[in-house]
């Protein structure tokens, strides 16, 4: 009586966890998951034969309990072979299934006595449960708490299993007909069993955690990498005036360096180099003086293209005595890679608004390049 009250709780039990991982694979795509729910489902399947076997002839549903309570531990060592390696129980594997159906199907009527057939499935079970362990346990360290649960549980009924087996056998060589151990050993089983199920659920979740961890941290480089492509020139890998525009806010509220220096620097004879040699030669002439002016910034410095042939370099935490030097480096750096610029700079503060300082810049710049044109003579 006690057992038949054990085994109609386990059979509760796993009729919760099967139906419960049914619901739960239709949310994921996860192949190891739906191997899980199979071997909940042949689990019930079995148990609820198992309770009607003195109804239908008990050799016949015997055979087919002995299979299915089999096959749960083949399909948990399958979902254990999927999530460790990505290769589960398919089609062509089915083969697997056939020696125990062999075994189903011979043990009762080669092992008459009750103890000694369900000595064997425990044996076969324990066997099932460990080498499913085993799969996972490469695996805990990294996998979480889930994981951990999981291969704790396996490894805890495999154990019991195998205890289950020893008494089951003892008692079947003693011809004992009522044996309290093993009429308990259904709510033992459902007590871990459920453990289990608790840990593949922290499992299954950990790692949607972790897959939507990774899909984010996707989304975020690719969102950074668009706007690297949203805020960059395309010819010279300069940033472009939106760059610009958010130092201005960052510096309106605040947020951004509460000074330095602007430069505006403007390449003379650009228009003649198109006319002469092509807009390919310009190009190229432009992106020989970004890379010039490039390699004389800091990295904290901000290089924006501002027009087609006019810079702005913004030069925080500059002080105005280091304008003329930082003017004259920049002139020397890009004389040296071939072209020819006019620059000026002005400072910008607290009392001095960076688009303030940009303008005062600009003029600066063209009475540069007014002094140039006038040095160079007339042509």
């Not at 996998?143 to 805890?156: E, T």
């Not at 044996?179 to 199920?197: C, D, H, I, K, R």
């Not at 950990?206 to 949203?230: D, F, I, M, P």
């Not at 290089?303 to 500059?318: M, S, Y």
Request: net charge neutral; proline share 3%; aromatic share 8%.
């Amino acid at each position: 009586m006690l057992f038949t009250v054990g085994t109609a709780a386990h059979l509760a039990g796993s009729l919760v966890l099967a139906l419960f991982f049914v619901l739960l694979t239709r949310q994921t795509a996860r192949g190891y998951f739906r191997d899980w729910t199979a071997a909940w489902i042949v689990q019930a399947a079995a148990l609820a034969l198992l309770l009607v076997s003195e109804g239908l002839g008990w050799t016949a549903s015997l055979s087919a309990y002995l299979f299915l309570a089999a096959s749960h531990g083949v399909f948990l060592c399958a979902a254990a072979q999927n999530e460790s390696r990505g290769m589960g129980l398919r089609r062509e594997h089915t083969f697997i299934l056939l020696p125990v159906a062999l075994w189903s199907g011979v043990a009762p009527h080669l092992l008459g006595d009750t103890w000694a057939l369900q000595s064997g499935l425990h044996a076969i079970l324990a066997i099932t449960y460990a080498l499913a362990a085993v799969l996972l346990w490469p695996h805990v360290r990294r996998r979480g708490v889930g994981l951990r649960v999981v291969v704790w549980s396996l490894l805890a009924l495999s154990v019991l299993f195998v205890q289950f087996a020893a008494v089951l056998f003892w008692a079947a060589r003693h011809e004992h007909e009522q044996l309290l151990y093993a009429e308990l050993s259904p709510f033992a089983t459902l007590v871990l069993q459920m453990l289990l199920g608790l840990g593949m659920v922290l499992a299954t979740m950990e790692e949607g955690h972790r897959a939507l961890t990774q899909a984010n941290a996707k989304l975020e480089e690719a969102y950074e990498r668009l706007r690297a492509l949203a805020d960059t020139d395309t010819l010279t890998g300069c940033f472009n005036r939106r760059v610009f525009r958010r130092l201005v806010s960052d510096l309106r509220s605040g947020s951004g360096p509460d000074r330095g220096l602007v430069l505006v620097i403007d390449m003379d004879g650009l228009k003649r180099i198109n006319d002469n040699d092509g807009h390919a030669a310009g190009d190229a002439a432009i992106r020989r003086l970004t890379d010039a002016v490039r390699d004389h910034i800091r990295n904290d410095d901000l290089f924006v293209r501002w027009g087609g042939d006019e810079f702005v370099v913004v030069l925080p935490g500059a002080g105005e005595h280091e304008g003329p030097l930082r003017e004259q480096a920049l002139q020397q750096a890009i004389e040296r890679a071939g072209c020819q610029a006019s620059i000026g700079f002005a400072p910008y503060g607290p009392d001095t608004d960076i688009l303030a300082a940009v303008d005062t810049a600009d003029q600066a710049m063209y009475v540069d390049k007014d002094r140039r044109r006038r040095d160079a003579g007339p042509r």
